[in-house]
């Protein structure tokens, strides 16, 4: 395992404690854990099962696996979305971080994400002894290729979205070499510009119809509000999907069987979706109008629950002016060096949070 970076947020304390000292209390725009209530049919489901005295399946039950292949056609045109390739995961950080260990990664192999991106892919290379690489030109990689691609659309921390086009040069390039490709869709659901719906690897338009070499990522922390939970799955190639099934049950990581019910509830309704998605709309606007009247420009942001802006400035510099008003931002660099002149925008507050943090950039 090669060194492991310093916990970014860490780095964030100061300003926060400086955000405190406002008389309106602080403002957290920074991470993006949810704030509203998990829906009610969900910690139903979850009751239910709470007389869990066996052992749950590592593979989860064929109601769950058939309820994401579902949802997974339904929502997001997945053709041929198959239950048999289908598995839970507690929470789809710990399948990022340990993805390159679980596909036998280890020294002299390259894991390639985003030149911004979320800081555990970065981590789960380093877990497996791999070598990381940030960039955004595959073609610039010479002619190792690597073992592992990521990729993350909609973006985390930018809100940029891939289209169907760019995907499905990432999915030829990497056959061509024999690369898994696993692809992060975790803000699928929250697409906000109709001229940029995100897809998903395993759509048609993208894979062509087959699944090889392929991976999707997603969570049910953003969509249902179901962040304590730790609900995730992945699914896609079924070959790589069984790999890792097996590993997974030597290595005991298992969802809980409460945990699979109230999976099962969540994916099988979208009513609590569009009601979320309503509210994080509203957010959004109010807090976007805001920012730019304060003198941000906001990039990308197309999709996902973050706006991503910048004053032109140090990114540092950025979130010091915003903690004197009592508002914590994330510091773009926490996402890479590309991100040092840009701070990200949770919008996961509450409205009466949302509306105070807007009144103070008045």
Not at 2 to 8: T, Y
Not at 61 to 76: F, K, M, N, Q, Y
Not at 211 to 233: F, M
């Amino acid at each position: 395992m090669r060194a492991l970076p310093d916990f970014p947020w860490d780095r964030l304390q100061p300003y926060r404690d400086r955000a405190a000292a406002h008389p309106g209390g602080v403002v957290d725009l920074s991470i993006g854990t949810p704030v509203d209530p998990t829906p009610e049919p969900i910690r139903a489901a979850l009751a239910a099962a709470a007389d869990a005295h066996g052992y749950p399946a590592t593979y989860g039950t064929p109601a769950l696996r058939e309820s994401v292949a579902g949802w997974l056609a339904r929502r997001h045109g997945v053709a041929g979305a198959d239950p048999g390739a289908v598995l839970p995961v507690i929470g789809t950080k710990e399948l990022v971080a340990w993805l390159p260990t679980l596909l036998g990664l280890g020294a002299g192999d390259k894991v390639v994400f985003p030149e911004l991106a979320y800081p555990t892919y970065d981590v789960g290379a380093r877990l497996a002894g791999a070598e990381s690489v940030a960039t955004d030109g595959l073609l610039a990689l010479g002619p190792v290729a690597p073992k592992l691609v990521w990729v993350n659309s909609p973006s985390n921390p930018t809100g940029k979205v891939l289209p169907a086009e760019h995907l499905r040069k990432v999915v030829s390039w990497a056959r061509e070499r024999g690369a898994v490709v696993a692809s992060d869709e975790c803000y699928l659901d929250f697409g906000w510009d109709p001229a940029h719906e995100p897809v998903s690897v395993l759509h048609p338009d993208v894979c062509g119809g087959s699944h090889e070499g392929l991976l999707a990522v997603n969570s049910l922390s953003k969509r249902s509000n179901l962040a304590g939970y730790r609900a995730g799955i992945v699914t896609g190639d079924p070959v790589l999907v069984k790999r890792l099934l097996e590993i997974r049950k030597h290595a005991g990581m298992i969802v809980p069987a409460p945990v699979q019910a109230a999976m099962i509830a969540a994916f099988d309704d979208e009513t609590h979706v569009d009601a979320q998605r309503a509210r994080y709309a509203a957010r959004r606007a109010t807090l976007r109008e805001a920012f730019e009247r304060h003198g941000f420009r906001i990039d990308h942001s197309e999709a996902s629950l973050y706006l991503w802006a910048t004053r032109g400035e140090s990114c540092w510099d950025t979130v010091g002016h915003l903690a004197d008003l009592g508002i914590i931002v994330g510091p773009g660099d926490f996402y890479g060096p590309a991100g040092a002149r840009h701070v990200r925008i949770a919008f996961t507050a509450t409205d009466e949070r949302v509306a105070e943090g807007a009144a103070r950039l008045g």
